[in-house]
């Protein structure tokens, strides 16, 4: 119960963050909200190649670390999105410092998840 109540605050405080770099009166612009797309597809390549791939094997695995590749280059990009806007202009570059703390709480939120309840047997978000 501990760890689901630190998972949900770690992801409103990453969303406030988000939230805050779009809608603070200075800043007024809301082109960093297409981060939200990178936080939906980050886990999703980790998700299908543990549906696809058996855990006994203890060599290393394609399909896995392929998954975890895209998952990086997805996680890379949620970083890069807001650079590439505040060098362009689009935003401030406070507006970008608030969005990459937030893109950090909210990725440090979503690993936390999966080693919360990536092993556990008993109940596990494979089940859903």
């Not at 939906?40 to 006994?56: E, K, N």
């Not at 806007?85 to 979503?110: E, H, K, M």
């Amino acid at each position: 119960v501990v760890a689901l109540i630190s998972l949900s605050f770690g992801g409103a405080v990453g969303l406030m963050f988000l939230m805050l770099g779009c809608a603070l009166p200075q800043y007024n612009q809301y082109w960093p909200l297409f981060v939200l797309f990178f936080y939906i597809l980050s886990p999703i390549p980790y998700c299908i190649a543990r549906r696809l791939v058996d855990d006994t094997d203890a060599t290393s695995n394609a399909c896995k670390e392929l998954a975890i590749f895209l998952t990086t280059g997805i996680v890379v990009s949620a970083f890069g999105l807001p650079i590439v806007f505040a060098r362009a202009q689009l935003i401030y570059w406070g507006a970008c410092a608030l969005v990459l703390t937030g893109n950090t709480v909210i990725f440090a939120t979503i690993l936390g998840f999966f080693l919360v309840f990536g092993s556990n047997d008993d109940f596990s978000w494979q089940q859903w």
